[in-house]
């Protein structure tokens, strides 16, 4: 039996947001340049990764913040910030803030669990016994009811401002981004919580390996677990890393082949003591590319793409690899920048 046509309407693209040791604000103003490019370019949305103790975007919000300028159009989104490190309340205001300031175009995606470097710097970010703190998605959920605009106190609780007394609650109230919220999904048990408690679900090109070393066979029970547990209306967002070398040169494109290379014995087997599961990055001419995407039993079920960025090239780079996706690759996969606009426009 033949698979379903690919039928996306969005795309996005998740962006590494590196840096320079020596010089951040080139290499984060580039960041925002490559966003105002995308914009340009018809993309629906622009995500940025959260990192600590790189020479990458460290604090989400403060970067979307800057992006809110410099876009007009296009969603922008964290994937993900690790709310390990996060007050769930300061973290709802700040990000709340940028919502405000984007006129409802942030999404936020998040993950819990212990955060990546905690031994190192567990100890800078909290006071007393942080390993016995709360890790979990409880944390999430906090992180959510704190968005909803509720008031603080009770029905009669009431604080002085220089405005007159007024009921409390986390300002400034962002109408609608209770609904933009994202779960990074990789296994069997987030999926089903995702589901279970209304977020939308990012997955991309790394999983775990449960009861399979698949990786697509790992992601469509994952994907089905999650709309059985009440994901089925919810956004899905898929990311494949993929690097089109249409119009590169032809050392650019001998570096991009040596960069699959050198990432291709993971791909063969689980990985670690938690079995996570890479797919294979897409790299080649685009028609390459679409026969390969073709065959990736998940495309078709979600209307919602996502090309991930990798972590190891440059800005002229990340340039060209947007134009040839934009350019070669979407449009085979049925979206249209009609459609963009047109969601941009209700």
């Known amino acids: 039996m033949s698979r379903p046509a690919p039928s996306i309407s969005h795309i996005g693209f998740l962006t590494p947001g590196n840096y320079p040791d020596e010089d951040p604000l080139t290499g984060l103003e580039q960041t925002l340049q490559l966003l105002e490019y995308g914009e340009e370019r018809g993309f629906g ?16 919000s403060a970067f979307l913040a800057a992006a809110t300028q410099r876009t007009r159009r296009m969603e922008l989104g964290t994937a993900v910030i690790p709310i390990g490190y996060e007050s769930p309340y300061r973290l709802a205001e700040d990000l709340a803030t940028v919502d405000v ?33 709360d890790f979990s998605h409880q944390r999430v959920l906090r992180f959510a009811e704190n ?27 962002a109408k609608g981004l209770i609904d933009r919220l994202w779960y990074g999904g990789g296994s069997l048990r987030s999926a089903e919580w995702a589901g279970r408690n ?83 990055d897409l790299v080649g001419s685009s ?8 065959s990736d039993p998940i495309l078709s079920h979600v209307s919602e793409f996502r090309l991930e960025l990798p972590y190891e090239f440059h ?15 979407a449009p085979e996969l049925g979206w249209k920048e009609a459609t963009v606009l047109q969601r941009s426009a209700s």
């Not at 949305?45 to 604090?59: K, M, T, Y």
């Not at 605009?149 to 109230?173: A, E, M, S």
């Not at 800005?315 to 690759?329: K, N």
């Open 101 to 133: 300031l984007s006129r409802g175009r942030l999404n936020i995606g998040l993950s819990a669990g212990r955060p990546l470097h905690a031994d190192l710097i567990g100890p800078l970010a909290f006071d007393g016994d942080w390993e016995s703190y």
């Open 45 to 60: 949305s622009a995500w940025v990764r959260q990192r600590h103790l790189e020479p990458g975007i460290s604090s989400a």
């Open 147 to 173: 968005l909803k605009g509720t008031y603080v106190g009770n029905h009669d609780t009431l604080i002085k401002t220089p405005f007159g007394p007024q009921r409390p609650r986390l300002q400034p109230y």
């Open 198 to 280: 209304g977020f939308n679900l990012l997955i991309g090109n790394v999983t775990t390996g449960e009861h399979t070393d698949d990786f697509f066979v790992a992601q469509s029970r994952q994907l089905e677990t999650y709309r059985a547990s009440g994901g089925d209306t919810r956004r899905v967002a898929l990311g494949r890393v993929i690097v089109p070398f249409d119009s590169a040169d032809a050392i650019t494109r001998k570096r991009y082949t040596d960069y699959a290379a050198g990432r291709h014995e993971r791909t063969l087997s689980p990985q670690g003591e938690r079995r996570t599961l890479f797919a294979r």
């Open 287 to 294: 028609d390459e590319i679409l026969e390969r995407l073709r």
């Open 315 to 329: 800005d002229e780079e990340y340039r060209q690899i947007i134009h040839d996706f934009v350019t070669s690759i």
